[in-house]
C-alpha cells in the first residue's frame, strides 16, 4: 500500500515569508509526527497528533511553527516568518498506536527539503 | 530529559567484515529501543527494535541487544556487504505513553568491494 508521502519535495523561500509543508500518513493510523532534520544530526520531534489534537507540541521551538490535523488523516505543518535557520529537512511519520505500545513502528516519509535564503 | 549518544563517525568497512556501531543511552524508566537505517536518496525505515531488558532485536543480519546495566544498544553484523552503505540512527521512545523518538546524531555507514 501507499506509504507516508510529503509535498513539496523542496521548498526555497525567502527570510520572512511563510510556508506551508504537506504530510499524508498511512490510511488508518490514527498518530502522526513532525520531525525536523538539521545537516548531519539525527531527526528531532517536533510534534504529536492522535488523531485530530495534538497530544504534544513541546518540540515546537517558537511560535512561528504551528500544525494542524483538522479530519485526523491530512497534516500541515505552517511556519511564519522564516528565517535561514529554519532550513533542514522536515520528516512527517505515521503509526498504527492509539494510546497503545510506544514501540509501534513509525513510518517516515521522504521528508521535505526546506532551504531559506 | 531522554538523549541517545552515538559514535562518532563516518566508519569504512571493506565487505564480508564484521560491524559494531556503538549506542547508549540515557531515560528514565524503561525505553524502548530502535534502530533505523536511511538507504541513500530514500526516507527513513526501521531496522529493528528491542522493547525490553536482554531483549536482541534482528533483522537482515543485524543484531542488537537492549543492555540495561549499560545502557548500550551496540548495533552488529558479522559481515557486511555493499548493499549496507547507508546511516545508522539509534533511537528511543519513553516509558509512557507518548512515543516520540529520541534519535542520536546517526552514523555513515560506507563498505568498499
Known amino acids: 500500500g501507499a506509504g507516508v508521502s510529503q509535498t513539496p519535495s523542496n521548498k526555497v523561500t525567502e527570510k520572512g515569508k511563510y510556508v506551508e509543508l504537506r504530510c499524508d500518513p498511512i490510511?488508518?493510523?490514527?498518530?502522526l509526527y513532525w520531525y525536523r532534520q538539521s545537516l548531519g544530526q539525527g531527526p528531532e520531534f517536533l510534534i504529536y497528533?492522535?488523531?485530530?489534537?495534538?497530544?504534544?507540541d513541546s518540540g515546537l521551538p517558537n511560535d512561528r511553527f504551528f500544525a494542524v490535523r483538522p479530519e485526523g488523516s491530512v497534516s500541515t505543518l505552517k511556519i511564519q516568518r522564516t528565517e535561514r535557520g529554519d532550513s533542514a529537512v522536515y520528516l512527517c511519520a505515521s503509526s498504527a498506536t492509539s494510546g497503545g505500545p510506544p514501540w509501534a513502528a513509525q513510518y517516515f516519509g521522504p521528508g521535505t527539503r526546506l532551504l531559506v535564503l | 530529559g531522554d538523549s541517545v549518544t552515538q559514535m562518532e563517525g563516518p566508519v569504512t568497512l571493506s565487505e564480508e567484515a564484521f560491524l559494531t556501531i556503538n549506542c547508549t543511552y540515557t531515560a528514565t524508566g524503561y525505553p524502548s529501543l530502535f534502530w533505523y537505517v536511511q538507504y541513500p536518496g530514500e526516507g527513513l525505515q526501521l531496522l529493528l527494535k528491542a522493547t525490553k531488558a536482554d531483549d536482541k532485536g534482528s533483522n537482515k543480519g543485524f543484531e542488537a541487544t537492549y543492555r540495561k546495566e549499560t545502557t548500550s544498544f551496540h548495533l552488529e553484523k558479522g559481515s557486511v556487504q555493499v548493499s549496507d552503505s547507508a546511516v545508522y540512527f539509534c533511537a528511543l521512545t519513553g516509558a509512557g505513553a507518548n512515543s516520540k523518538l529520541t534519535f542520536g546524531k546517526g552514523i555513515t555507514l560506507s563498505v568498499r568491494p
Open positions: 497528533f492522535q488523531g485530530t489534537g495534538a497530544a504534544d
Open positions: 490510511s488508518g493510523h490514527t498518530a
